[in-house]
């Protein structure tokens, strides 16, 4: 039995390449994590010895939420989305599939088999702490990014997860956004949601003093602290904006993708006008 996103993973990696992409796989202790590396369209002299900058995408830790990993192996989709970053001289890291374990079951499985690797670690879980036991994509993918801000300065963050544990509803968890970017990335989303056959879920809800359309249970909390995950390690490594994307669980794919695409191109909207 192979996880269902596989399929779309491997499939999305030749369809990155015909893109302009450049995949490869980071490698070591048995795994093969999938990279695309989007360069950009344009690049820019740098001035007094800053770096250039970079944007990241992560997705595929946890193979119960399958909507992430299809979204980033579709760049018909995505491609214009980053086209902003990538016109602005920013390159882009994709990281499509990172947990290898969870591909030897379906994702309607128990969870801890999709979650976890064989030894009982979280795949969101040990980024940045050096001496604990995480599963070895965690390490690669880890090492993968620190040798990249070497040369790149990174500027944004995002990371593709579904709520499973409120299912059908939306929402996203932010860190290292300005208070103004809070209402600019509302704003944008409820923009883009609305242009899209999905506007019609139910409900509304005000959080920091922002209306939210749609059927959310929460949507922006800013400065999260969620521990040893990527999401709280990328803050405090970079100190850009990092957000937590998380798709409603439980909506059909084609919902779920479009949430996550919409949440995805409102972040580099207000991400960009800030730069």
């Known amino acids: ?72 192996s579709r760049p018909d989709a995505v491609l214009p989305i980053l086209t902003p970053l990538l016109s602005a001289g920013i390159a882009c890291a994709l990281y499509p599939l990172i947990n290898h374990h969870g591909l030897n079951f379906a994702s309607t499985d128990d969870p801890i088999k999709l979650r976890h690797d064989e030894s009982g670690h979280n795949y969101n879980s040990g980024w940045g702490a050096t001496k604990a036991s995480r599963p070895a994509e965690v390490a690669l993918v880890e090492a993968d990014i620190r040798s990249l801000q070497c040369f790149y300065k990174i500027i944004l963050a995002v ?25 600019q990335l509302v704003s944008r989303f409820n923009h883009l949601w609305g242009k899209t056959h999905l506007s019609d ?14 059927r959310f249970e929460k949507f922006l909390m800013v400065d999260f602290s969620d521990g040893d995950s990527v999401e709280n390690w990328l803050a405090d490594l970079s100190g850009a904006p990092v957000i937590c994307v998380e798709s409603p669980y439980g909506e059909p794919l084609e919902t779920r993708i479009n949430f996550g695409l919409a949440m995805l191109a409102a972040a580099i909207g207000t991400v960009v006008d800030r730069s």
Not at 36 to 41: E, N, R
Not at 47 to 56: F, W
Request: no cysteine; glycine share 10%; proline share 5%.
């Open 1 to 72: 039995m192979v996880n269902e996103v596989y399929r779309s993973v491997f499939s999305g990696l030749d369809d990155w390449r015909s893109s302009g992409g450049q995949v490869s796989l980071i490698n070591g202790r048995d795994r093969s994590v999938p990279r695309v590396w989007l360069p950009p369209i344009k690049t820019y002299s740098m001035v007094n010895n800053h770096r250039h900058q970079l944007a990241l995408i992560l997705t595929g830790q946890h193979l119960e939420e399958t909507s992430g990993p299809v979204l980033l």
């Open 159 to 183: 990371t593709i997860h579904e709520d499973s544990t409120s299912p059908n509803y939306g929402y996203a968890w932010v860190n290292n956004f300005p208070d103004h970017g809070h209402g």
């Open 201 to 214: 879920l139910s409900g509304q809800v005000v959080s920091d003093g922002h209306s939210v359309i749609g």
